[in-house]
């Protein structure tokens, strides 16, 4: 079992804590079947995926998933020169992503021994979504969206930058520990408003091996979700590969693995 990130040193009053749906992303990841998945996608034994994967989490929070990937590079993907980003709309979340990731990496030297081989983390951009991200850039994103539904979601005009909120308390009375906190969680309409606009990204977002997790909650239909993305046509390919175990009230959880199965198909071609 590969050890969980330490996260004791995030504030919890503007971050969001890891939680069911955090070891589950951890849980799928490191699920054989995934594993070997990713190991034969990314397999650098193969001239169309040799290159160096770049992995970006969106929504980072504390920084556990992105920690993870990156401490045990090689044992998820068979190979440790992976490159990994974050993203968060939160300074905040940025910060404490940064360090989580040193503490998961360290953590790991101290276990295993110097030797232990993890891959690079580049770093954490504060930015909404993946609008830094250039067109075909990501082969693999990982994706632990505001899921929960609410009547709206939160003012996108503030970025969770410390400068903004001197004018958003100062006029609108705002408090930005409880605004913080619902970026994190707030999903609008059906808790897939912001899911949504990911999901209208992707198609241009990942690479040809690009393959993206995305965590859904019941009331997000995912069901709805996955004939969406089986609409964009052949060249996609879309799954449940991970469930929670229990269902926490309408809280039910699960894990879709996103796929373009056109450099798949390319490649069993080329070896038969």
């Not at 970006?56 to 068979?78: K, M, P, R």
């Not at 632990?144 to 609410?150: G, L, R």
């Amino acid at each position: 079992m590969l050890p969980t990130p330490s996260t004791t040193h995030i504030d919890t009053n503007r971050i969001y804590d890891p939680a069911e749906d955090s070891y589950l992303l951890l849980d799928t990841l490191s699920a054989a079947s995934e594993v070997q998945y990713l190991t034969e996608r990314f397999n650098p034994k193969h001239i169309s995926t040799s290159s160096v994967p770049l992995v970006v989490e969106v929504g980072t929070g504390s920084g556990v998933v992105i920690a993870f990937i990156n401490a045990n590079a090689e044992t998820l993907f068979g190979r440790a020169d992976v490159l990994s980003l974050g993203i968060d709309i939160n300074e905040y979340a940025c910060h404490a992503t940064v360090e989580t990731v040193r503490r998961a990496c360290e953590d790991g030297r101290a276990q295993a021994g110097p030797e232990v081989r993890h891959g690079t983390f580049i770093g954490v951009i504060q930015s909404d979504l993946t609008s830094v991200m250039k067109p075909a850039a990501v082969d693999m994103l990982v994706f632990n969206p505001p899921y929960v539904p609410t009547p709206k979601l939160p003012e996108a005009a503030f970025l969770g930058h410390k400068d903004d909120f001197a004018s958003v308390a100062k006029h609108e009375k705002f408090d930005e520990d409880s605004y913080l906190l619902s970026l994190s969680y707030a999903g609008g309409e059906h808790g897939m408003e912001v899911t949504d606009r990911l999901l209208d990204q992707l198609p241009q977002l990942l690479s040809e091996r690009g393959v993206a997790y995305i965590l859904l909650c019941q009331q997000n239909k995912p069901d709805e979700v996955v004939n969406r993305i089986r609409a964009w046509g052949p060249d996609w390919a879309v799954m449940t590969v991970r469930r929670s175990g229990k269902a926490a009230g309408w809280e039910k959880l699960q894990v879709i693995r996103i796929w373009r199965a056109t450099e798949m198909k390319s490649s069993e071609q080329s070896e038969t």
